[in-house]
């Protein structure tokens, strides 16, 4: 501080007082520190995907999925990756917590906007414990959970091997309709 300055500050406190002394001494109380207000993500209010106990898949075992009354060529096709990706979601490196937030708000999404064959890039781990290997033990336990999910299988090495899996969603209710218009005008003619 300049001579200045510190005359400045003689001057301007000269008027000041001490504050009289309490009994007991002075108690300063600690400044409350205000969190900053968290935005609550009501999508994931109903995030119903577990985190529990979890059966690991080995690593060099291929995911796949089917529910009852799906046909084998369906997988099949969707093993062979012949249905286009419509969506992907890319889990890698990401902690497990963060990973259930992000597949559950990303089959929420594509569901309401219609899409059926997702990519959903988890990583694959050499040990059976890596956090790779657990990340996609998970996707695969939490996949079955959601209804609309048809089937869903370990990906073609150029998209990612057993590293990734595809995703076959239910048809909306617009497409069954859809369909059904094409359908019945086809056999109209």
Known sequence: MSQDEKMLFLDAMEDVKPLKTCRGGTQWNKAKTLRPRQHTDTLQLDNFLTTG?????????????KR??????????????KYPRQATLNLLRQPVEQCRQ????FIIQAKR???????????????????????RSYVARWLTEFNEVQ???????????????YV??????QA??????????????
């Open 53 to 65: 106990y979890l059966d690991i898949v080995p690593p060099g075992e291929p995911l796949a999925f």
């Open 68 to 81: 009852e009354g799906v046909q084998t060529g369906v997988l099949d096709k969707l093993r062979q990756g």
């Open 102 to 105: 992000m597949l559950y708000a």
């Open 113 to 135: 906007e219609g899409l059926r064959n997702l990519l959903i890039i988890h990583g694959r781990g050499s040990a059976a414990q890596s956090h790779a290997n657990i990340v």
């Open 151 to 165: 089937a869903y299988c370990s990906a073609q090495l150029h998209h990612g091997g057993s590293g990734a899996c």
């Open 168 to 173: 076959a969603l239910r048809k909306s209710a």
């Open 176 to 189: 069954k309709l859809d369909n059904r218009e094409r359908h019945a005008a086809r056999r109209a003619r």
